[in-house]
């Protein structure tokens, strides 16, 4: 084998309030929450209804990803996310050494995912589909009167 892949696909919700905290080295924004994953199914034995839940602890460093989560994402929101898994080793108060692994989604090779449905009250706050319906059409008179004005010399393009 020619070398290795370290990629998670996760789907799951938001099991707290995404944490936004700014780094000590750089200042930049990071953004940190747990995403809930669950399986269920049937006892073979018994017929009863089993339901397992898995957390993990999502690292953001992202600046745009950390932008869309500090607008829209809340506890309860459910995601589709791709990044990579990390351990990291840390002391705690006592001076033990411990180990924890996360979903760290960076600038290059991460994808987050907003599945929540638009209409429901728990969707993405303050979102107002005519709003930007108006935004977007906006956008494209301004285009069109800008092309209009500006006549472009295919020697002018920078491509």
Same mark, same amino acid.
């Given at each position: 084998m020619a070398g290795s892949v370290n990629k998670v696909i996760i789907v799951g919700n938001v099991g707290n309030q995404p944490e936004i905290r700014v780094t000590q080295?750089?200042? /930049? /924004?990071l953004a940190?929450? #747990?995403?809930?994953? #669950? !399986?269920?199914?049937?006892?073979k034995s018994t017929g009863e209804q089993k339901e397992k839940t898995d957390w993990h602890k999502v690292v953001v460093f992202a600046p745009g990803l950390v932008r869309v989560i500090k607008e829209y994402v809340h506890k309860g929101s459910k995601l589709y996310i791709e990044g990579k898994l990390q351990t990291?080793?840390?002391q705690d108060e006592a001076g033990i050494?411990?180990?924890?692994?996360?979903v760290v989604l960076t600038?290059?090779?991460?994808?987050?995912?907003?599945?929540? =449905?638009? =209409?429901?009250?728990?969707?993405? $706050?303050?979102f107002n589909k005519e709003k930007t319906d108006s935004l977007r059409y906006d956008q494209k008179k301004e285009l069109e009167n800008n092309s209009q004005? !500006?006549?472009? =010399?295919?020697? !002018?393009? $920078?491509f």
């Open positions: 080295a750089s200042g /930049e /924004e940190t929450f #747990s995403l809930a994953t #669950s !399986e269920r199914w049937k006892d990291r080793e840390y050494k411990k180990y924890t692994t996360e600038s290059y090779s991460s994808t987050l995912v907003l599945l929540d =449905n638009k =209409n429901d009250t728990g969707g993405f $706050p303050g004005e !500006e006549d472009i =010399n295919s020697d !002018e393009i $920078p």
